[in-house]
C-alpha cells in the first residue's frame, strides 16, 4: 500500500511560480512511476507530467514543456513538481498519482495510487 500527500498549492498571479511536492509513504519499489495530474472546474483530469522512481526518465504534457519541471528525492521519498510562468488556465486540483507499472503512461487509470491533491489557482 502506497500512500501520497501533496503539498505547496496557493494562489499566485500569473507569470509567478510554485512548488509542489509529493511525499510517499508505504512501499515504494524502483520500478515505480510517478506522475502528476490536474483537474480544473468542469473539464476532464490531465496528465501533467511524470518521472520514474529510478533512473533519469521524464515526461510531459505539451502544455507543461518548458514550463513545468518534475523531479524527485529518493533519499525524502517526494516528488517535485516545480512550475514557472503560470498561467490562469493552470488553476485547477493537482494530484500526485503512483503506478507499479514501471512505463509512464499519461492515462489517470494506469496508477494505482493517489494523493487528495493541491488546489492552484493562478490570478489574471
Known amino acids: 500500500q502506497v500512500q501520497l500527500v501533496e503539498s505547496g498549492g496557493g494562489l499566485v498571479q500569473a507569470g509567478g511560480s510554485l512548488r509542489l511536492s509529493c511525499v510517499a509513504s508505504?512501499?515504494?519499489?524502483?520500478?515505480?512511476?510517478m506522475g502528476w495530474f490536474r483537474q480544473a472546474p468542469g473539464k476532464e483530469r490531465e496528465f501533467v507530467a511524470a518521472i520514474k522512481w529510478s533512473g533519469d526518465s521524464t515526461y510531459y504534457a505539451d502544455f507543461a514543456k518548458g514550463r513545468f519541471t518534475v523531479s524527485r528525492d529518493n533519499a525524502k521519498n517526494t516528488v517535485y513538481l516545480q512550475m514557472n510562468s503560470l498561467k490562469p488556465e493552470d488553476t485547477a486540483i493537482y494530484y500526485c498519482?503512483?503506478?507499479?507499472?514501471?512505463?509512464?503512461?499519461?492515462?489517470?487509470?494506469?496508477?494505482?495510487?493517489w494523493g487528495q491533491g493541491t488546489q492552484v489557482t493562478v490570478s489574471s
Open positions: 508505504g512501499r515504494i519499489f524502483s520500478n515505480y512511476v
Open positions: 498519482a503512483a503506478s507499479s507499472l514501471s512505463v509512464i503512461f499519461t492515462t489517470g487509470r494506469r496508477y494505482e495510487y
